[in-house]
């Protein structure tokens, strides 16, 4: 007879996705109330994407030339690549305080699934990449940078960033739950982020690197995101060295391919991590 109960009470496959549905959307607007709350993260994260986008049209610019295209346009998708997964790190740091604060504790002693604590916050930040990108775009058009391609090109090309930025978010979930503390955090992500974002293609052509950057590079998946985005966007010219790998040839594949490939490969390593962390 117990036995029949504790069958019979044992949610289903559909009550434990709703579940988790529900517990994930909860998280995410508790995230999203607190990016209000705490205004200085929202404004310091618009403001250095309009500091680079300056830095880099005004100062570098004028020092790097581009064949058949101007180095602005280039350059705009670099940015968009590069601010996106800088703005993914807010997923690890705000999973490092709340360990350290005994929010994540609380959130342990409620009846909810634990993966939704990782959605919502990956959800988060995603709203937050998407103020990010407005603000970048308003700041290109303001320095000679123009989308030339259509307008569901352009779609999709904003549609590729954000779920690229939202792919890293579960990478830097990770070291966020690995390190005991938020400060430790910063200087962990630095060696991932630093890298991944500077040898690629975002501010100068692959072609123009010494060899073994150079091939580090072409199957970098920033510079999969930054080339799709670029010929999306239209910012490319026929005049410019033609891509010899097919990760070049084929960014929008292979972005979405790097997309799949970190989503299967930490999202379990994500929850993994945060059940264990949990419990130490």
């Known amino acids: 007879m117990s036995a029949t109960l504790a069958v019979a009470e044992k949610p289903s ?44 049209a005004y100062v570098f610019g004028s020092a790097i030339k581009l064949e058949g295209t101007s180095y602005r346009e280039f350059l705009i998708a670099g940015i968009f690549a590069q601010t996106v997964v800088f703005g993914a790190t807010y997923t690890g740091l705000s999973l490092a305080e709340d360990m350290q604060k005994g929010i994540i504790d609380r959130f342990r002693s409620l009846p909810m699934a634990p993966a939704a604590v990782l959605i919502g916050r990956t959800l988060a930040d995603m709203v937050m990449n998407v103020v990010s990108l ?100 239209g910012n490319t010219s026929p005049l410019g060295p033609s891509a010899d790998v097919w990760s070049m040839r084929h960014p929008v594949a292979t972005t979405f391919i790097w997309i799949a490939v970190i989503l ?14 949990v419990s130490r």
């Open 13 to 56: 496959a559909a009550q434990r996705f709703a579940m988790l549905v529900s517990d994930s959307l909860t998280i995410t607007k508790r995230n999203v109330i607190k990016i209000r709350r705490v205004p200085d993260v929202l404004v310091f994260s618009t403001l250095s994407p309009i500091m680079f986008v300056l830095l880099f």
């Open 134 to 233: 407005v603000v970048m775009s308003l700041t290109g058009l303001a320095v000679g940078w123009r989308i030339r391609g259509s307008f569901f090109d352009a779609v999709l090309a904003y549609v590729l960033l954000l779920l690229f930025a939202y792919a890293v978010s579960w990478i830097l979930a990770v070291i966020g739950l690995l390190v005991r503390t938020p400060e430790l955090y910063n200087n962990a992500n630095f060696m991932v982020i630093f890298p991944l974002t500077f040898i690629a293609n975002t501010f100068v052509p692959a072609s123009e690197l010494p060899t073994v950057l150079r091939v580090i590079a072409e199957w970098n998946p920033v510079s999969a995101v930054t080339q799709a985005t670029r010929n999306l966007f």
């Open 264 to 277: 299967v490969i930490f999202v379990p390593l994500a929850v993994r991590q945060y059940k264990r962390s």
